[in-house]
């Protein structure tokens, strides 16, 4: 029942679509109806009530192909109601279903727009109007004016369609562009962060293998004179090795091309560093304070790199935007996970809206470590950028 219930409910929607598309078809054979019916019930008409059947089907079908010949269709209709009109006085000024049509057929013309077609047929229903005025025995001057005034406003109403579909053409096209202009950028500043990202891995990982190497010979050197004393530099040899094998695994996963074939080998700063960054940042003009909760310990190279890299971003963002503010950086080492958080009591909007190149590299360095992050404004006024990012070490192959 209900299954029944569903599909009649869907026909009404489905009814009510057709006739929406197809509402002036309907109107137009109902006109049409309506002059047939006038050429056969009214006594005082001129001509045969045949030949006047034949020409409305004859000025009245061709309106049923205006879309795909927008000018001929409409300006055929109009030219056969003024042959009508000149072979028969009286037979076309009395009619209510011609009068409607004529007004379709003008507002067609207007929807053509500021065209040869829209304009000729304008030109081509006055003149029509004329000869079916001259024509009738009761016409005067001013029966020509008063339904060139009503044709005008019909010819209007066709251009207000013409131009709001003309506009709305225009939006769409330009908002499709700068959504291609905004996607280009986007891809494009994504690819340069996961270059710069990757060289900053092959920096750490780089540094790990040096470190190993020298541990690794350090342990050779003490094997032979004494081999419990060798164990120590052989552990730091695993846990290095533990450490830039998580890197590497989550180096394949952003490699691109390198931008640069020279990186300097030098390890990148970390959360030790961030002190030097505040002071930097105040010197610039913007108070900021540094708060941690939690027990602070050392973190993967890597993450504690994404994790300069995104205070780093929160305070040069701040400083832009904020206009006079102060900001507060605060580093919440939690058991599997640091939490980053960088805010302002500023005026200023940032960029929330993910629109900046500084906060798409930061959501790839976040996303790197599966972690999260968000930015925005805050109730209170200012805005807040937050991080988190998980402390799980990757291990084996």
């Known amino acids: 029942m209900a299954l029944s219930g569903g599909r009649s409910s869907v026909r009404p929607m489905r009814l009510r679509g057709l006739i929406g598309r197809h509402a002036v078809d309907l109107l137009l054979a109902v006109l049409i109806a309506i002059a047939i019916l006038e050429a056969w019930l009214i006594d005082d008409v001129e001509g045969s009530p045949w030949l006047l059947t034949l020409f409305a089907l004859a000025w009245g079908l061709p309106m049923f192909a205006r879309r795909r010949f927008p000018v001929a269709a409409p300006a055929a209709a109009v030219v056969l109601i003024a042959v009508q009109a000149a072979i028969w006085d009286h037979s076309v000024s ?7 049509v004529v007004m379709i057929a003008t507002s067609q013309f207007g929807f053509l727009g500021l065209t040869a077609g829209g304009l000729g ?11 079916v ?30 131009e709001r579909n003309r506009r709305t ?23 340069e962060e996961r270059a710069r990202i990757a060289r900053e891995m092959h920096d750490v990982v780089a540094h790990s293998l040096s470190v190993m190497v020298v541990q690794a010979e350090a342990a050779e050197a003490m094997l032979d004179g004494d081999p419990d004393r060798a164990r120590r530099p052989l552990a730091a040899v695993q846990q290095t090795g533990r450490d830039a094998l998580g890197e590497l695994r989550r180096m394949l996963g952003v490699l691109r091309e390198m931008a640069d074939e020279s990186p300097d080998l030098a390890p990148q700063p970390g959360l030790s560093g961030i002190d030097e960054l505040v002071e930097h940042v105040r010197q610039a ?20 790199l994404s ?9 040069t963002n ?5 206009g006079p503010a102060s900001a507060e950086v605060v ?34 360095r976040v996303a790197l470590y599966g972690g999260d992050l968000s930015a925005g404004p805050r109730p209170e006024g200012g805005f807040a950028l937050t991080a988190r990012l998980p402390l799980e070490t990757l291990s084996g192959p």
């Open 94 to 100: 009395y009619s209510f279903g011609i009068f409607m």
């Open 121 to 131: 047929g304008a030109i081509l229903v006055v003149a029509a109007i004329g000869l």
């Open 133 to 162: 005025v001259v024509r009738d025995p009761q016409g005067e001057l001013g029966d020509i004016v008063f339904v060139s005034a009503i044709a005008s406003i019909a010819w209007l109403i066709g251009f207000a369609f013409y």
């Open 169 to 191: 053409a225009e939006l769409t096209e330009r908002a499709e562009r700068a959504e291609r202009a905004r996607a280009t950028e986007g891809r494009a500043a994504v690819a």
């Open 285 to 304: 003009g913007l108070p900021v304070s540094v708060r941690v909760e939690g027990d602070p310990r050392p973190l993967p190279p890597g993450i504690d």
């Open 307 to 315: 994790a300069y890299r995104i205070v780093q971003e929160g305070l």
């Open 318 to 322: 701040a400083l832009k935007h904020a």
């Open 331 to 364: 580093l919440r080492y939690g058991a599997r996970e640091i939490e980053l958080e960088v805010r302002d009591d500023g005026r200023g909007g940032g960029s929330g809206n993910g629109g900046g190149h500084g906060l798409l590299g930061m959501r790839e």
